[in-house]
């Protein structure tokens, strides 16, 4: 096993040299880091956690609050490809990650206890309910946090750029010559609220009517719903020439609605999803939709989480805003 001493041999510094380097002690130069690290990735060193939690009185653990209302868990497929960026990014950085939750053991306590019990340095919060007394409690804390999606007074976040990208969609459907659009919005959420602002100011921007009964709720990921509230769409005397849906998955339950009622995507209707996952590259036709850079996202959130970990007083706290990009595909056709 590759050792630190092996390291200063080769690089011709002392083992305190090294170790300094490799723990980010700011008494060694850049050009002398730089060798080290280097050096380190080339001998195959792998630092041993529990020796340099004592040596350096940290654990470089990153925690991660995650729950989702649908349950979906790690399968969910936005926030998984998120959370795997943040975990790259985290590790390529020397941290480790855990998720971050209300027990220890059999004995219930608080998330602030758990990071505190577990010498967590920094937590990334994501698709929580940030109403919740315990989620407050950790916002304010001393603990870094930076959320996703959603902004915590005095803390850092990464937000998607939910307004503008669905007002970029809006604009392309109506380019589309579509004049009746309707959207089942997902449930109350900082997400949700951004996107009805980007669909109501875009409406209103292009001359149209906000129709209130072209605007419908579901749960995000559910077809279930999204088909219950397509249904009552296509029931309607006048009813729209395109829906946009909450997400890519809830697409399915659109699809299902639209082919019982004997109509056919996009000759009688138009459909738009959301998050640009590997589904709406399946679904025919082809779906139209907006997809998220989920890699930039989980990376950004990393990044800015160990920045102010090591940085606390002068942590960045201005949000970062990740811009999406518009999939044109089949599933919107010319009126």
Not at 193 to 206: D, F, K, M, N, P
């Amino acid at each position: 096993m590759v050792s630190i001493r092996d390291i200063s041999i080769k690089c011709g510094v002392s083992v305190s040299t090294v170790s300094k380097a490799l723990n980010g002690y700011k008494d060694v130069s850049e050009e002398t880091r730089c060798l080290v690290l280097k050096t380190a990735k080339e001998l195959g060193y792998v630092p041993n956690a529990h020796a340099r939690a004592l040596k350096t009185n940290r654990t470089f653990t990153l925690g991660i609050l995650f729950v989702d209302d649908q349950n979906n868990g790690l399968t969910h497929l936005y926030f998984s490809h998120v959370l795997n960026s943040f975990k790259s990014e985290a590790e390529e950085n020397g941290y480790n990650i855990t998720f971050i939750h209300k027990r220890w053991g059999k004995q219930i306590i608080t998330l602030l206890q758990n990071c505190k019990f577990r010498g967590i340095e920094g937590v990334c919060i994501a698709c929580v309910e940030p109403n919740d007394p315990e989620v407050q409690e950790l916002a304010k804390s001393d603990v870094p946090v930076v959320s996703i999606d959603y902004i915590f007074p005095g803390c850092g976040c990464v937000l998607s750029d939910n307004r503008n990208d669905m007002a970029e969609l809006v604009r392309y459907v109506y380019s589309m010559g579509h004049r009746k659009i309707a959207f089942i919005h997902g449930t109350d959420s900082y997400v949700t609220q951004q996107r009805i602002e980007g669909y109501v100011s875009t409406l209103r921007e292009l001359g149209l009517e906000v129709r209130q009964e072209y605007m419908l709720e579901s749960l995000y990921t559910n077809p279930y719903t999204t088909k219950k509230a397509t249904e009552k769409l296509l029931q309607l005397e006048d009813r729209p020439t395109c829906i946009l849906l909450p997400d890519d998955v809830s697409a399915f339950g659109a699809i299902e609605a639209i082919q019982e009622a004997g109509l056919k995507i996009p000759d009688d209707i138009s459909i738009a999803g959301y998050d640009g996952v590997i589904y709406s590259r399946l679904i025919s036709p082809r779906l139209t939709t907006v997809r998220q850079d989920t890699d930039k996202i989980g990376r950004e959130a990393a990044k800015l989480l160990i920045y102010n970990i090591e940085h606390p007083q002068n942590p960045k706290l201005e949000p970062i805003i990740v811009k999406g990009e518009l999939l044109t595909n089949q599933s919107v056709g010319l009126v």
